[in-house]
């Protein structure tokens, strides 16, 4: 079975701090992605990874950057949260680009 | 500005009954069109893809229909139990399925 973990569950920041949401794949996929889903929008994308370095931006990449540097690890970074990062942030991963993502469980952001 | 468009934003259906979920799109290069099934505090994870060469598609009791001229596919569930209540995202993309577009969601909810 493939898994996708995600570090935390629930994050609660303050404006202004930066913020590093951690993803993990256990089945070498190639792609992995950030996503952060909001009521009444679904889900968007904000960055993918097709490579290791390799990052491209999505549909809402404003306020954040990414990282990867192992295969098996993609990072979402907000170097300086804000209230309207409040959100529910989703990773998947896949194995190419013709292959079903696959969903880690989230992690909800709080920030106050 | 939402590229694939879903509808309704909640459904309540009996248990027995037949769930039909609406999606429009804008884009006509898109090639691929899947559907996501979320249970509360889970990721989404595939349901069921269709391409746009066939006009349906079924999976036991999960039927995609796609009419290319209209722009528009549907997610029928029959004989549909309270177990299928989640919420579901249709999405879609090109040239792979790399960069999914999602619809709004629809939280289903059956009654037994």
């Known amino acids: 079975d493939v898994k996708v973990t995600q570090s935390s569950r629930y994050l609660v920041k303050r404006t202004g701090e930066k913020v590093f949401l951690e993803c993990v794949q256990d089945?070498?996929?190639?792609?992995m992605f950030w996503y952060r889903q909001d009521p009444g929008l679904g889900l968007r994308l904000i960055y993918f990874s097709y490579d290791v370095k390799m990052k491209e931006k999505g549909d809402i990449p404003e306020g954040y950057s990414v990282s990867r540097e192992k295969k098996e690890r993609f990072s979402l970074i907000l170097e300086s949260a804000s209230t309207n990062q409040t959100s529910m942030y989703l990773c998947a991963s896949s194995l190419t680009d013709w292959d079903e993502q696959y969903f880690g469980p989230g992690t909800r952001l709080t920030v106050t | 500005q939402q590229q694939v468009k879903q509808s309704p934003q909640s459904l309540i259906v009996q248990k027995g009954g037949i769930s039909i979920i609406n999606c429009a799109y804008e884009n006509t290069a898109f090639d691929y069109f899947p559907w996501y099934q979320q249970f509360p505090g889970k990721g989404p994870a595939l349901l069921i893809a269709i391409r746009p060469d066939v006009s349906e598609k079924k999976e036991g009791r999960f039927t995609i229909s796609f009419n290319k001229s209209a722009k528009q596919f549907s997610l029928h569930i029959m004989d549909s139990q309270p177990g299928d209540s989640a919420t579901y995202f249709c999405a879609a993309s090109e040239g792979g399925g790399s960069r999914l577009t999602f619809g709004e969601g629809t939280q289903l909810t059956v009654n037994p």
């Open positions: 089945m070498d996929h190639e792609n």
